[in-house]
């Protein structure tokens, strides 16, 4: 049992877009379409942001954007705003287990 | 409105035990499973448990396997975790969230101390 792979930080100017990757086995990102996206600020609880690789629930604005290819799951902010500064966490099925990657910090220059 | 009102945390002694428990509201609480998931101070999200709606189906991650144990009481719209034989790396506030696609909805959090 181990954690998806994520990068530990990623940064951008307001309006530009970065892509935060998560990096998992055939046995849970590349054997499932279950990945989910999660934003989570400081002191708060997550926020469901992406769910099956790259629906949006309501509410999420259509800046957020989820692909997956092979093992590897994406999230893309694109027209980045202040608020979106926080904590990222991607999350697969992978049948009796669930697992999440450690987490990627936004920083919004 | 869905709302997740996790109880029951605090300090405990190594090799202790505590229940927590987990009060939903807004939504038919017996249609939905339910999980917990954990987070370290500073540290990452970690999934914790799992249980189906109707309890069939019951999954633990190998960190609290034979330790903790989930239960749901869809008569009183509860879900609970009873952990045993805890341990200094179990410190973490804990999240109740409910499963539909994905972790929908989260509570807030009740934070589990163990410390001497």
């Known amino acids: 049992q181990s954690a998806l792979t994520q990068p530990r930080s990623v940064s951008g100017s307001p309006g530009q877009s970065v892509t935060i990757s998560c990096t998992g086995t055939s046995s849970d990102v590349g054997g499932y379409n279950y990945v989910s996206w999660y934003q989570q600020h400081p002191g708060k609880a997550p926020k469901l942001m992406i769910y099956d690789v790259s629906k949006r629930p309501s509410g999420v604005p259509d800046r957020f954007s989820g692909s997956k290819s092979g093992n590897t799951a994406s999230l893309t902010i694109s027209g980045l705003q202040a608020e979106d500064e926080a904590d990222y966490y991607c999350c697969s099925y992978a049948g009796s287990y669930t697992f999440f990657g450690g987490g990627t910090k936004l920083t919004v220059l | ?116």
């Open chain 2, 1 to 116: 409105e869905v709302q997740l009102v996790e109880s029951g945390g605090g300090l405990v002694k190594p090799g202790g035990s505590l229940r927590l428990s987990c009060a939903a509201s807004g939504f038919t609480f017996s249609s939905y499973s339910m999980n917990w998931v954990r987070q370290a101070p500073g540290k990452g999200l970690e999934w914790v448990s799992s249980i189906s709606s109707s309890s069939s189906y019951i999954y633990y991650a190998d960190s609290v396997k034979g330790r903790f144990t989930i239960s749901r009481d869809n008569a009183k719209n509860s879900l609970y975790l009873q952990m045993n034989s805890l341990r200094a790396e179990d410190t973490a506030v804990y999240y109740c969230a409910r499963t539909s696609r994905a972790l929908d909805y989260w509570g807030q959090g009740t934070l589990v101390t163990v410390s001497s």
